[in-house]
Nanobody, 119 residues
C-alpha cells in the first residue's frame, strides 16, 4: 500500500521558517523521484520542488528559489522541504508527491499539510 504522509505544517509569521517532512512507505523509495506541490483556494496547483532518486538533482519554482531547500534520506524513506524567509503568498496546502524515475507523471500524492504565513 503506497503511502505518503506529510507533517510539519503550521502557522508562522512572515520571515519565519518551517520544515515539512514526508514519510514514504509501500514502494521502492530510492527508485522514485520525489516532489512537493502546493495548492491554495482560488489558485492553480503549483509545482514547488523536486528531487532526483539519488538527491543529486533538484528543481525549484522561481517563486521559492533561494528560500526553500528540498532533501531526501533514502535510508529512512523520508523527503523534506526546508522553507525559510516565508511570505504570506506561501500560504497553501503542501503535498508530497512521488513518481518512478522514467515517468513524466506524478503517480502518488500525500494528504497534504497546511502552511499559513501571516503578515
Amino acid at each position: 500500500q503506497v503511502q505518503l504522509v506529510e507533517s510539519g505544517g503550521g502557522s508562522v509569521q512572515a520571515g519565519g521558517s518551517l520544515r515539512l517532512s514526508c514519510a514514504a512507505s509501500g514502494f521502492a523509495f530510492s527508485d522514485y523521484t520525489m516532489g512537493w506541490f502546493r495548492q491554495s483556494p482560488g489558485k492553480e496547483r503549483e509545482d514547488v520542488s523536486s528531487i532526483s532518486t539519488s538527491g543529486g538533482h533538484t528543481t525549484y519554482a522561481d517563486s521559492v528559489k533561494g528560500r526553500f531547500t528540498v532533501s531526501r534520506d533514502n535510508a529512512k524513506n523520508m523527503v523534506y522541504l526546508e522553507m525559510n524567509s516565508l511570505k504570506p503568498e506561501d500560504t497553501a496546502v503542501y503535498y508530497c508527491t512521488a513518481k518512478p524515475r522514467i515517468s513524466i507523471r506524478w503517480t502518488s500524492w500525500g494528504q497534504g499539510t497546511q502552511v499559513t504565513v501571516s503578515s
